[in-house]
């Protein structure tokens, strides 16, 4: 029972590209919306885990949202500009390795000579990973997806920063995670806000409200998270939510449409194999 609630987070994050490409949006819509939803789940595990919020738990929780908006925006706008089976797993495997080497420079994750050597090999074959997902097939012509590579690699690297940040900096502060859950969601709409004000976007719009749906989908994976870990522990829950990226990767394919040659399917599917399994050793590692 406890490996299928551990399940349930890989199949709710790994359908988020999926659901809010189908709804429609743009980035800003899509955020907004997504954010608003988050809320929603924030108020809801505000009752069901009991929690008593104090000070330091809504300043580390907003800043930590604050920088998950950063990178939730910022994935959906490489999702624009690249499309959703390369933005996934590419960024998948940038925030694994990023919170990996974070966790070696900041917390002395790695403590032995064998937990270096694995904890290494894993990050190599994260980044072979996620740049196999990347390549393009330059026989195919007008046949590929058309991307704005140059757009779409910035916004995975700003995204990745900040989906780093948002994990950090509640490792950094010690608190319990069920603590921060609601003024996490808080962070979450402010940035959203944020880039709203900023953009001078038209936001409120159907597709904002429907993107609402993303947000609860994104909080009941959160919430399964949560429910797995005293069953199957931290770091099996960690690991089977990164296989999460095989539904957005081939989803966004097979049901949105997105273009691949034979060649580039190949190089997806190795790819998308490799971040699996880097994430999965970096998660029993931990």
Known sequence: MGILLALIPAVCWGSIGLISGRLG????????????????FGIFSLMYFHVQLTGMAMLVGVASGLCWAVGQFQQFQAMKFIGISRTVPVSTGLQ???????????????????????????VIVLIA????????????????QPVEAGRGSLAIVVSTIGYVLYTVIVNLSGL???????????????????????????VWHVATAKNVITGLVWGIGN????????????????????????????????LLGEKKT????????????LVIVGGVTLGLMK
């Open 25 to 40: 949006g743009t980035s800003y819509q899509q955020t907004l919306g997504m954010t608003a939803g988050a809320v929603l």
């Open 96 to 122: 694994l390795a990023g919170t990996a080497l974070a966790g070696v420079l900041l917390f002395h994750e790695w403590k032995t000579s064998r937990m270096v050597m694995m904890g290494t090999i894993a």
């Open 129 to 144: 990973g996620a740049a196999l997902t990347s390549l393009r097939d330059k026989r195919a012509g007008g046949a590929s």
């Open 176 to 202: 319990d995670s069920k603590l921060i859950l609601f003024p996490q969601s808080l962070g979450m709409i402010l940035g959203a806000l944020i880039f709203v004000l900023f953009s001078r976007q038209k």
């Open 223 to 254: 919430f399964f998270m949560f429910m797995a870990i005293p069953s199957v522990g931290l770091a099996i829950s960690y690991s089977l939510a990164q296989c999460g990226i095989v539904i957005s990767t081939f989803g966004s394919i097979w």
């Open 262 to 273: 034979g060649r580039e399917m190949v190089y997806t599917t190795i790819g998308s194999l």
